[in-house]
């Protein structure tokens, strides 16, 4: 079956930036997706990419797309602590009914 | 006003019990889905509805059974509550097949 892979851990000191990768096995993948995850709270959509872009931008948010090496980035600019998060990246199934698969969630942890 | 709002937030329960969660979108949504987030926090598809109509059903026991009374409320329903049920639940719901989903804030289901 299709599979999303992330590394689960990330630190970062507030004002650099981080970069959260993802690797997915759908090459048919229409959408790709990353969500964020605060403690004790729901998934929160924060950006997402169509398979035919390769870069998105918004505010402090990039998302870069290297669908040859179906390679999936996200870059969070001048990080602060609200940051802190789990953060998921999720591909569209191709040919489903907008069936998500994730990945296992990178969680970010941002100090002083 | 919430999007997508899922009752209760948590649930505490013993095994063998019967359940049920609600989920409601005040989003116009046509498609409405459950997932299951594991204590590792890994979040698995379970079901989705469109208009009313189940298209997504992924292999989960049959124990669980959602139901749509329309296409605003999809509600999970849970007997013979087991141990391993024990994880948070999420509601979602988006316009198709096409569009991104948004999600609850999770009911959090404990077993004892």
């Known amino acids: 079956g299709e599979d999303v892979e992330q590394s689960l851990f990330l630190s970062v000191r507030e004002g650099d930036s981080s970069v959260i990768n993802c690797t997915y096995t759908?090459?048919?993948?229409?959408?790709l997706y990353w969500y964020k995850q605060e403690p004790g709270a729901g998934l929160q959509l924060l950006t997402y990419i169509f398979s035919n872009m390769d870069m998105k931008q918004d505010q402090r948010l990039t998302v870069l797309l290297n669908k040859k090496d179906k390679h999936l980035s996200l870059r969070i600019a001048d990080t602060q602590t609200g940051d802190s998060a789990i953060y998921f990246c999720?591909?569209?199934?191709?040919?489903?009914?907008?069936?998500?698969?994730f990945g296992a969630g990178t969680r970010l942890a941002v100090h002083p | 006003d919430t999007a997508v709002s899922q009752t209760p937030k948590y649930l505490v329960t013993q095994m063998g019990n019967d359940k049920s969660i609600k989920c409601e979108q005040n989003?116009?949504?046509?498609?409405m889905y459950w997932y299951k987030q594991d204590s590792k926090k890994f979040l698995k598809i379970m079901f989705s509805?469109?208009?009313?109509?189940?298209?997504i059903n992924e292999t989960v026991p049959n124990r669980f059974s959602p139901k749509s009374p329309d296409k605003a409320h999809l509600n999970l329903h849970i007997n013979s509550l087991e141990l391993g049920d024990s994880a948070v639940y999420f509601c979602a719901s988006s316009w198709d097949g096409n569009q991104p989903q948004h999600f609850g804030d999770g009911t959090r289901l404990s077993i004892l």
């Open positions: 509805y469109n208009n009313k109509e189940l298209i």
């Open positions: 999720a591909e569209r199934e191709s040919g489903g009914y907008n069936k998500l698969i």
């Open positions: 989003l116009g949504h046509d498609t």
């Open positions: 759908d090459s048919s993948s229409t959408y």
